[in-house]
């Protein structure tokens, strides 16, 4: 038996729940390639509402077929693939039948319909994205401090991981396992007080996300209406840096309360913010504040600070934007350390000072949420 024969025989053995089918009867495998070294490429269809978790099984199940050395899987959306002029994809008629490398064909289609109005999570509470203009700045490390403040204040907090590219929060919580699921809704991971949902919990840790805006819209969709939150205070959305297509597909999915943004003081870093703080004015996303970063180094021994990125960043960034600064992070080692080992520093070092000023960051947000709630209501 070929090497492909036996990769499509073992791909016959696994199932999509939501459908019943195999991914061969369903033809979600396109594009199958092979080497001579045992190197395997391939396309899988992933629709909307199919489990994630899909994408794993189909790597594992290749991986596991003797003489494949390397597996690569490209995650498509269905309506990226071409269709049959009937309409919708048929399941293949030989289910070992799979297309090898066919360039595409361009073939007329009807106009894309304009994106469905986002929808309301009342249950989730005030939804706060957390973006960056610049990845490095330690978004992900705020994120999730401000999560656990949040938790350990008494509030109810959920935060979703929608960095798709890089999902972090798996490691910075400590946890990293696939979420259970029941009558088909996915259970969130919980760790340190705080409800955790991320594509980095169904992937390999070292699986690349190469992601188009459409699958990265129904992974996001997913996790805001398939998770079982439960009620909420804060639901924090640790985004991807810059302005691309997840910031724009939460916007799409659902009502976005309000967005922080998390910078360092250098100008570098402060004028890519200042394009991501813009990026949410124009989509009607209110801007709750700046968080700067790194502000500076306190010395351990004689505990003088040392800007060794600049300083006074944050607060110009603040007063063009006309939002108030949030919270000004000292560089501290053990930050760095927390997040490796899964104990946020707010847990592992509450009295020091970075820890002190991210709950304290939390403290500020809450506040003006709160103020932001009331003008509104007024």
Request: hydrophobic letters at 40%; one cysteine or more; glycine letters at 10%.
């Amino acid at each position: 038996m070929t090497l492909r024969a036996r990769i499509v025989d073992a791909l016959s053995g696994v199932t999509n729940p939501r459908t019943g089918h195999t991914v061969i009867e369903a033809a979600m495998i396109r594009d199958l390639a092979l080497t001579d070294s045992g190197k395997v490429r391939l396309t899988f269809l992933l629709g909307a509402q199919d489990p994630a978790s899909l994408v794993r099984e189909v790597r594992q199940t290749i991986e596991r077929v003797e003489g494949v050395t390397e597996v690569r899987v490209d995650v498509k959306d269905p309506s990226q693939a071409q269709r049959p002029a009937g309409g919708a994809p048929t399941p293949a008629a030989n289910p070992r039948a799979l297309p090898v490398m066919e360039p595409p064909r361009a073939a007329p289609g009807p106009q894309r319909p304009a994106p469905p109005a986002p929808v309301a999570y009342p249950n989730l509470g005030r939804i706060i994205a957390i973006s960056s203009g610049k990845g490095g700045v330690g978004k992900s490390t705020v994120a999730t401090n401000v999560a656990v403040s949040l938790a350990r204040s008494g509030a109810r907090v959920g935060l979703m991981d929608a960095d798709i590219y890089g999902p972090n929060v798996p490691r910075m919580m400590g946890i990293n396992e696939p979420p259970p699921v029941e009558n088909d809704r996915i259970i969130p991971l919980e760790a340190h007080g705080v409800k955790l949902m991320s594509i980095g919990f169904m992937v390999e840790r070292d699986a690349p996300a190469i992601w188009r805006g459409p699958i990265i819209m129904k992974v996001i969709t997913q996790f805001l209406r398939d998770v079982l939150w439960g009620q909420l205070d804060y639901f924090l959305v640790d985004m991807p840096p810059g302005t691309g297509d997840a910031q724009l597909s939460l916007v799409q999915a659902t009502q976005v309360h309000g967005a922080v943004i998390v910078t360092t003081p250098q100008e570098v870093a402060i004028g890519d913010a200042l394009r991501g703080g813009r990026m949410f004015e124009r989509v009607g996303v209110p801007l709750l504040g700046i968080v700067e970063n790194m502000s500076f180094f306190a010395c351990p021994h004689c505990g003088k600070p040392s800007p060794l990125f600049g300083s006074g960043g944050g607060a110009r960034l603040a007063q063009e934007l006309g939002v108030p600064l949030l919270g000004e992070i000292p560089l501290y080692p053990n930050v760095l350390q927390g997040g490796d080992t899964g104990r946020p520093i707010v847990v592992s070092e509450p009295e020091s000072q970075a820890a002190r000023a991210l709950a304290g960051t939390a403290a500020q947000l809450r506040e003006v949420l709160d103020k932001h709630g009331a003008a509104i209501a007024t």
